[in-house]
Structures are given as C-alpha cells and as structure tokens.
C-alpha cells in the first residue's frame, strides 16, 4: 500500500492528506510547530485568545463550499458576517479538526530528504525522524511556504524552478485586550485609511470567543512590516499600540500586548497552476504560493496535489 509524507499541517497538507485518506491513501504528517493550522493560527494566553494570522475566510468555488459547510455542521466554523467565515472557537479550529492525529509528528522541523531503495526518509538536523509505520515513503509532499520548500526540494534532487518566483509580503500582528466595558469604534473590523495599519478586527466580536475581554488584533502595512520585520517583538509594540490609539481613539491601557512577526505572510506573485510535481523524483509542492493568499487556495491547491498524486501512484 502506498505511503506519503507530508510536510506541512497547514490547510494545504492537512486537505491533501484528507484527500488522500479519502481514496484509501495513508500520509503521515510532520509539523514544525506544537499544533495545526500554520497560518489559520490561534494564539491562547490565559484565559485570552487571538487569531493573529488569517482572520476570516471567503468561500467561491463549490468544493471548498462544501467544505465549509461539513465544518459548519460540525461545528467547528461559523458565519462572521455575511459570506465570511471563521474557525470557531479559534481560527485553527477546523484544521485541529482535519488533523489524522494518529499520523502526525509535531515539533518535526523537516531539514531534508534522503532517498534509500525502500523509499523516501524524512529527516531532521539529527537524523531520521520517527514516525508511525516504518518511516519510509513511496511519496513527499512539501505543504510549507515556497521559500522553505527552495531548500528541501533541493535535498531530495526534485527540479522545482517555479518556487524561486514566488513572493510574500510580511505582516507584523499586535494582540490587545481591554476590559469589556470600554468604549471604542462599533464595527467588528476596520481597514483604516492609515500609513502603519492596513486592518485590524475586534478579534471578540467573532462567534464563540471568550465573552470577557474586548480583544483586537491589528495587522500592519506590508511596507511597514518589511521595514520593521527585524525589529524585536518588544520594540513592536509601542508603535503599533500608537497607531491604534489614534485609529480607535482608544487610550485605556490594554490589559494584555503583544506582537508577532509572520515573514511569509500573503502571497503576492503566485506560481499560478494549482500544485508541483517532479514525477521522477515522486515529490510535490503545494500551498497559497501556487494560488493566490487566500485560505481557500490552499485547501484547493492540497486537494490538486492529492489528485495529482493518486493519478500517479495509479
Ligand atoms: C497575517 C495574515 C493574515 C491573513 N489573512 C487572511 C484572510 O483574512 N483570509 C484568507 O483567506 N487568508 C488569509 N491569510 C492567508 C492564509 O492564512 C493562508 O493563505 C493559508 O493559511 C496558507 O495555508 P498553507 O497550508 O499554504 O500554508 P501555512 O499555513 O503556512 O502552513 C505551512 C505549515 O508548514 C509548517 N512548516 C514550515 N516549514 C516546515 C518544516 N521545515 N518542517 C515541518 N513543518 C514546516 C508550518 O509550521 C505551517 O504549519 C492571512 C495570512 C496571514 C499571515
């Protein structure tokens, strides 16, 4: 039977993997980080939450449509405003709900690829990683941002020019919270005409946030993102907290601050064809990058890259 690793357990490889799982392929997938979602992330501390990357998602062709409708009768994905939808309870809700949690391996920082005769291994800085079964792969998929796939291509001798084309704009995110009683603008999101803040949502206006805390996450420019990208969380903060302050007039002192850095944040020259496959080398590429920066890409570049590798494991 065959077997695939997956590299990646944001929506491009967790949709792969559900695709494959769905015509009887098994996949293992190995995540860098503790948990699922990469980009469609929810940041929990104490008793606050934020969804400090994707913020909402739109659903235009009739698979992904689907899709969000089986979440929503799961209930892990609900209406925001009309035709927008998010993971509820937290944005990563629906792919903790995708996840094969039996065939996953987190904290796995995928460093490259080594080929044996019985297969693919997938390895780390220190050397095979181990996984469920016995670790070896008919099959690689590289579901991670193009700049990361470059590198592991590369080790696995898989002829891929089109990721070196690929660009992102960064996005630096500022988390707030404030008691619930403050008063501020009433819309649940804002996309302000500003030099440093492109948009910013009441991150406690989504369905099924924690109802005790006015919460807001703020995401700035790309051009002052690019600018500040290598500037330490801390010194983030002032900053951004200013530009809010004068956007919402909001001068109470937030309870909680915070900032994060996404360095590939929102594609924005995308391969334009919906995955990539070196047949020879039995590895593929999928993501945003091939699309365009939207959550729905990803889901339908991942289940391109599934067909395209049914096709050929047939
Ligand atoms: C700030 C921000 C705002 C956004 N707003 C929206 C929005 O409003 N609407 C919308 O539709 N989209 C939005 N997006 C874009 C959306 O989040 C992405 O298009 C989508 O989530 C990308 O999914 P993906 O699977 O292609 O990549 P990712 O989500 O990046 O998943 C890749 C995964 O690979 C893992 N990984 C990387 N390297 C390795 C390695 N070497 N080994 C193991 N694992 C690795 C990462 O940890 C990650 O989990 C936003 C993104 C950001 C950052």
Known sequence: MSKIAIIGAGMAGLA?????AARGVASVIFEKSRGFGGRMATRRTGD????????????????FFAQVSRWREAGVVDEWATGSYVGAPGMSAPARAMAPRHACVTQAQVSRLVRAESGWSVCDESGEISAPGNGSYDSVVLAVPAPQ???????????????????????????LAFPLAIHGPLENWLKPDDRTIAWMARNSSKPGRPADAQTWVVHARPDWSREHLEITADDLRAPLLA???????????PTHVSAHRWRYALVEQAV????????????????????????????DSGCAMADTLLKSLA
């Not at 792969?16 to 494959?20: C, H, K, V």
């Not at 590369?154 to 891929?160: I, V, W």
């Not at 590895?283 to 889901?299: F, I, K, Q, T």
Request: glycine share 10%; net charge negative; with cysteine.
């Open 16 to 20: 792969a993997a559900g695709r494959l």
């Open 48 to 63: 606050l939450q934020f969804d400090h990357g994707a913020q909402f998602f739109t659903a235009r062709g009739p698979d």
């Open 149 to 175: 796939a470059i590198p592991l291509a590369a080790s696995a001798g898989a002829r891929m020019p089109e990721l070196a084309h690929v660009e992102y704009a960064p996005c630096i995110a500022l988390m």
């Open 243 to 253: 530009a809010f302050r004068a956007v919402t007039g909001i001068l109470t002192e």
């Open 272 to 299: 334009g064809v919906p995955c990539l496959f070196d047949a020879d080398a039995m590895v593929g590429a999928c993501g945003d990058w091939c699309l365009g920066p939207r959550v729905e890409s990803a889901y």
